[in-house]
């Protein structure tokens, strides 16, 4: 592609001349020869003039989560995404607002766009849509229009960390995680449990006395892990469906008297940040929270400016922390 500069040179001026010619800057003295010396040169090397930049404005995006920030101190996942995207937003300088679901028409019709984090409801689902703004959904694969969705591949994610347990030598793989309410018609599963069920099955190695479903709280890690014992249940790992389940479980091991991961081994999802940091550190599933938040803004802000009207699904890969929480049978 040429340049200015190779005009300059093959119409003997400078680069500042060749730059004022071709943008037609009145105040410019130089023989009528030179002017044309320099768009003959131009058209000859086929240059073209570079596109204008436009002038964004800032946008004004609202972020609505479908967790509590009680929730949210419960299960870090989503504060970590939210985070992520209120610095992305501070960095694209928008205007940022906390929106839900019974705020008037007239807030919701001055946003530009909207972030949804969180699990949501088919009536959730309908709320959204019917606010007729440019949506990014992030970990939920909602259907709506006007929206793209930011999720994590599960499915792999799962297999290879049931694939990491059984190399390990582990057959009795439990799960603990949460129920169907939080999901998105509040009739499906979550994915993990889904996937970790197909799976298992697909091996002749799953055992529902091995599974226990609450909600994804440490609390619960620790009641379903001490149920598992007390029933005479107890594998040899199991999968905690987040790292705060895991946290629970680790607590209910130490107050029952076993240690991890000589009596039983664990592994988590998510990588939240404390994760490294659990005695012993959590093998867990690593989820690019802070990517899938910043993206978000980037794909909002994206679709709002070029008006583009197809939707947009990205799925993110997982990465497997292995650490020392898991034995080797």
């Known amino acids: 592609m040429a340049t200015i500069k190779d005009i300059a040179e093959r119409a003997g001026v400078s680069p500042a001349t060749v730059s004022r010619v071709l943008n037609h800057d009145e105040t410019l003295n130089v023989q009528e020869s030179t002017r044309k010396r320099v768009m003959e040169a131009a058209e000859e090397l086929e240059y073209t003039m570079p596109s204008p930049r436009k002038k964004s404005k800032k946008l004004k995006i609202g972020i609505f989560g479908s967790y509590s920030p009680e929730e949210e101190l419960e299960d870090p996942y989503y504060l970590c995404i939210r985070l992520a995207i209120k610095k992305k937003l501070e960095e694209e300088q928008c205007h940022m607002m906390e929106i839900g679901l019974s705020d008037s028409a007239e807030k919701i019709a001055g946003l530009d766009g909207i972030i949804c984090t969180g699990t949501f409801t088919n009536e959730m689902l ?19 229009e006007q929206c793209d969705t930011i999720t994590v591949d599960y499915k792999n994610a799962v297999r290879d960390l049931l694939d990491f347990l059984i190399e390990k030598g582990h057959r009795k793989i439990g799960f603990i ?5 939080r999901w998105l018609d509040r009739r499906s599963e979550d994915p993990r449990y889904t996937e970790f069920c197909a799976y298992l099955k697909e091996k002749n190695l799953f055992c529902e006395r091995y599974v226990k479903l609450g909600q994804h709280e440490a609390r619960y890690g620790r009641l379903l892990f001490t149920e598992l014992y007390r029933e005479g249940n107890l594998p040899t790992a199991i999968f905690a469906a987040n790292d705060s389940i895991a946290a629970g479980i680790y607590r209910a091991a130490y107050e ?3 240690k991890i991961p000589e009596d039983i081994s664990v592994i988590g999802f998510n990588d939240i940040p404390g994760a490294k940091y659990m005695v012993p550190p959590l093998t867990t599933v690593r989820l690019y929270m802070e990517f899938m938040g910043e993206y978000a803004v980037s794909l909002l802000s994206q679709r709002i400016q070029e008006s583009r009207e197809i939707n947009i699904k990205i799925m993110v890969p997982t990465k497997l922390r292995v650490r020392n929480s898991v034995r080797e049978l």
């Open 126 to 144: 309908e709320r959204l849509s019917a606010w007729n703004r440019p949506i990014v959904m992030v970990d939920c694969n909602a259907d709506l």
């Open 256 to 258: 029952i008297g076993l």
């Open 177 to 181: 995680g949460g129920g169907a309410e």
